[in-house]
């Protein structure tokens, strides 16, 4: 598993796990969000979020949501690309 977060790039709240799961020649990608904060992801009022700051905080979840879903895209479409390179490369152990 890798976890990784404060990129430069991808201004997003939590970090990113990456796990890689099963044998060499049958295995499964997961890429998750953890949140740093659960307690914020119940659901709030939109109203009292929009009065503090004018919306600072609405906007910064919503661009961190954004950041996530391009970080997602770039990582499928990474993923995508090499795994025919990787495929059936595993060296047998006998």
Excluded at 16 to 40: I, M
Aim: some cysteine.
């Amino acid at each position: 598993m890798i976890i990784a977060e404060n990129s430069p790039y991808f201004k997003i709240e939590g970090c990113v796990s990456v796990s890689v799961e099963g044998t060499p020649n049958d295995f499964v990608v997961k890429c998750d969000l953890c949140k740093k904060d659960e307690k914020h992801s119940r659901p709030q009022s939109i109203f009292l979020e929009s009065m503090f700051l004018g919306g600072y905080f609405i906007t910064r979840r919503l661009k961190s949501e954004e950041a996530w879903l391009n970080l997602q895209k770039e990582f499928w479409r990474y993923v995508e690309n090499i795994l025919p390179f990787i495929s059936n490369t595993a060296k047998s152990s006998s």
